[in-house]
């Protein structure tokens, strides 16, 4: 399976971005989709995850600002953050784990810069 996000920028800070996640299979054979991010010198923080069945979950430090959605027709997962803080500059990656092949794929991150 591969994964390829887009969607990062430089944004100030309170303004809002969308990552998009498009995967070469079905997302429902990826369960879940996950967004993970990294920022320099600190370790990779799992930010949100949506099950194959629609179930959404989130980090503590992004819920409220953060959704994941999908668009199954365009095997697409989307992070819409809203509320930016610097905070949330960092590398994001999407991965999943596929029903057909046990493990996690990744796709290449997309730099989030949010400035102050």
């Known amino acids: 399976v591969q994964l390829q996000a887009s969607g990062g920028g430089l944004v100030q800070a309170g303004g809002s971005l969308r990552l998009s996640c498009v995967a070469s299979?079905?997302?429902?054979?990826?369960?879940?989709m996950v967004w993970y991010r990294q920022a320099p010198g600190k370790q990779r923080e799992l930010v949100a995850g949506?099950?194959?069945?629609?179930?959404?979950s989130y980090a503590d430090s992004v819920k409220g600002r953060f959704t994941i959605s999908r668009d199954v027709a365009k095997k697409t997962v989307y992070l819409q953050m809203d509320s930016l803080k610097p905070e949330d500059t960092a590398v994001y990656y999407c991965?999943?784990?596929?029903?057909?092949?046990?493990?996690?794929?990744w796709g290449p991150g997309t730099q989030v810069t949010v400035s102050s």
């Open positions: 949506i099950t194959s069945g629609g179930r959404t």
């Open positions: 299979v079905s997302i429902f054979s990826l369960n879940p």
């Open positions: 991965a999943a784990d596929w029903s057909a092949r046990a493990g996690r794929y």
